[in-house]
């Protein structure tokens, strides 16, 4: 049982170019999210998928798309990469309340 | 969204020492929940407490939601408490987490 997966772990991107930050949960669990966080500030939600086939808009979802692929996978893509979207990505599943984290996936861009 | 202020921002311990951690939400709250990150990274729940108080070995956590804070006890700290903790919270009926901006813990020997 390896909880939430994460690929890849690190990334360095130059401005315009895209990418696909892949995350899957073994848990069975029907909602997944994908935060990222900046230096010295909490986890913001950028996108959500509440169960397969649906998703949603969080706090800071500008310049992202994602793609629920089936119940265990859940995708995020950078289409134009700028340098405000240096971070740490995480993503999350649930199956009702508690949420379980990935080990999270570091991006530069340049 | 909601406004999640925890409060102290830092703090620095000496091991053996005891600790409280507040969190103060700007409006009522639901799936109220305590997580640490720790130096690497990963992101650990520690506690989900929409209401009441919960314990975990030397950790508790006690939530008042119609005043609208909870707290983090952490008792007896060890060097492998450090890092940062966090809460989250939903609106109420809604899915998504809003955090703080965590208290970053350094526990000494």
């Known amino acids: 049982n390896a909880g939430v997966t994460q690929t890849p772990k690190f990334q360095v991107l130059k401005t315009g170019q895209s990418m696909t930050l892949q995350c899957a949960q073994d848990m069975n669990h029907n909602s997944m999210y994908w935060y990222r966080q900046d230096p010295g500030m909490g986890l913001r939600l950028i996108y959500y998928?509440?169960?397969?086939?649906?998703?949603d808009k969080g706090e800071v979802p500008n310049g992202y798309n994602v793609s629920r692929l089936n119940k265990r996978e859940f995708s995020l893509r950078l289409e134009s990469a700028a340098p405000s979207q240096t971070s740490v990505y995480f993503c999350?599943?649930?199956?009702?309340?508690?949420?379980?984290f990935g080990p999270g996936t570091r991006l530069l861009v340049l | 969204g909601i406004q999640v202020e925890q409060s102290p921002p830092d703090l620095i311990l000496q091991e053996g020492a005891n600790s409280t951690l507040r969190c103060n939400f700007s409006d009522s709250v639901n799936n109220l929940q305590w997580f640490h990150q720790n130096p690497w990274g990963q992101l650990i729940n520690l506690f989900y407490i929409p209401s009441g108080t919960k314990q975990n070995g030397r950790l508790s956590a006690t939530t008042v939601a119609t005043e609208r804070y909870s707290l983090l006890y952490i008792s007896s700290s060890q060097t492998t408490d450090s890092g940062v903790y966090f809460c989250?919270?939903?609106?109420?009926?809604?899915?998504?987490?809003?955090f703080g901006t965590g208290t970053r813990l350094t526990v000494i020997p």
């Open positions: 989250a919270g939903t609106l109420p009926g809604a899915n998504n987490l809003f």
């Open positions: 998928s509440a169960s397969e086939g649906t998703t």
């Open positions: 999350a599943s649930t199956p009702q309340e508690t949420q379980y």
